[in-house]
């Protein structure tokens, strides 16, 4: 059983006037997408993140790289949203009908968020149901495909392979995406950091500046992170379970 959630919580996000959410991979792990560095589990068990969403990595091996996004895209079309991401659709739901600024950004490149109904979300590291030309950058949206390579790009001759639109390590983050979250961050009144490992940046220095603007951070994790000992509240627990009763709490 879960204790009560603080009384001081429950005030801070019924007087919130602008309310920023970060998600990782842990908010979509209910739903059965594995997170990425959970040992054992994590999607990158058996291989290096370096050697699988580098760019590098698709110069060398760009089949092995594709094949791997496809069983990943495979194992995500067939995933819905759990629990957690419902509550964060009640919550935008709740909030706007208060004339309160709601902003979800997430590391995630499932689409989950959206797929829940949530409006306002910003994906940080792309979305891996989008393909794009790693050559000249386009989104695809027809090819062909073939057993040996990933398709060509068809535009305009170009003839560069397709990659998926998700950022690599070692790319920049798409940059308008960036300065939203950011300003989100940095202006919000309440800051919730839930299910990442808070180890990639630059995503994971959002929670710190939203810190560093006086406001109050939560974090939801079963596990303790880098943020753990610095956030206002530390909620234990996984996504699923936590964010409904939070909701409850707050606004039931
Ligand atoms: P990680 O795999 O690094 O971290 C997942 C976090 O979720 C861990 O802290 C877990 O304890 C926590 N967790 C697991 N199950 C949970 C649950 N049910 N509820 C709440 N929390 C849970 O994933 P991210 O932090 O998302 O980047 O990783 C950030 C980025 O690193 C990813 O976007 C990806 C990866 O490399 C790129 O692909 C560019």
């Given at each position: 059983?879960?204790?009560?959630?603080?009384?001081?919580?429950?005030?801070?996000?019924?007087?919130?006037?602008?309310?920023?959410?970060?998600t990782?991979?842990?908010?979509?792990?209910?739903?059965?997408?594995?997170?990425?560095?959970?040992?054992?589990?994590?999607?990158?068990?058996?291989?290096?993140?370096?050697?699988?969403?580098?760019?590098?990595?698709?110069?060398?091996?760009?089949?092995?790289?594709?094949?791997?996004?496809?069983?990943?895209?495979?194992?995500?079309?067939?995933?819905?949203?759990?629990?957690?991401?419902?509550?964060?659709?009640?919550?935008?739901?709740?909030?706007?009908?208060?004339?309160?600024?709601?902003?979800?950004i997430t590391q995630n490149?499932?689409?989950?968020h959206?797929?829940?109904?949530?409006?306002?979300?910003?994906e940080?590291?792309?979305?891996?149901?989008?393909?794009?030309?790693?050559?000249?950058?386009?989104?695809?949206?027809?090819?062909?495909?073939?057993?040996?390579?990933?398709?060509?790009?068809?535009?305009?001759?170009?003839?560069?392979?397709?990659?998926?639109?998700?950022?690599?390590?070692?790319?920049?983050?798409?940059?308008?995406?960036?300065?939203?979250?950011?300003?989100?961050?940095?202006?919000?009144?309440?800051?919730?950091?839930?299910?990442?490992?808070?180890?990639?940046?630059?995503?994971?220095?959002?929670?710190?500046?939203?810190?560093?603007?006086?406001?109050?951070?939560?974090?939801?994790?079963?596990?303790?992170?880098?943020?753990?000992?610095?956030?206002?509240?530390?909620?234990?627990?996984?996504?699923?379970?936590?964010?409904?009763?939070?909701?409850?709490?707050?606004?039931?």
């Amino acid at each position: 059983m879960m204790k009560r959630f603080p009384e001081d919580l429950i005030k801070s996000l019924r007087n919130a006037k602008r309310v920023a959410v970060l998600t990782g991979a842990g908010a979509s792990a209910e739903s059965g997408v594995p997170t990425f560095r959970e040992a054992q589990t994590g999607l990158w068990a058996e291989y290096r993140p370096e050697d699988l969403a580098a760019p590098y990595a698709f110069e060398k091996n760009p089949w092995r790289v594709w094949e791997w996004y496809e069983w990943r895209r495979g194992l995500i079309e067939n995933v819905m949203p759990n629990k957690g991401h419902y509550a964060l659709v009640e919550m935008e739901k709740l909030l706007k009908a208060q004339s309160v600024e709601f902003t979800l950004i997430t590391q995630n490149v499932d689409g989950l968020h959206q797929k829940a109904g949530n409006q306002n979300v910003i994906e940080l590291h792309g979305n891996i149901e989008r393909t794009k030309c790693a050559k000249c950058g386009k989104v695809a949206v027809r090819w062909q495909t073939t057993e040996t390579h990933p398709p060509h790009c068809l535009q305009d001759n170009c003839g560069g392979l397709l990659r998926p639109d998700v950022v690599w390590f070692g790319e920049s983050l798409p940059l308008e995406a960036l300065h939203k979250a950011m300003a989100a961050a940095q202006r919000c009144n309440i800051f919730l950091s839930i299910g990442t490992s808070t180890l990639v940046q630059p995503a994971a220095s959002l929670p710190t500046m939203a810190l560093d603007a006086k406001a109050v951070v939560v974090e939801i994790n079963p596990n303790p992170t880098p943020i753990t000992g610095r956030v206002t509240y530390a909620l234990e627990g996984l996504s699923g379970y936590i964010l409904p009763r939070l909701v409850a709490a707050t606004w039931g």
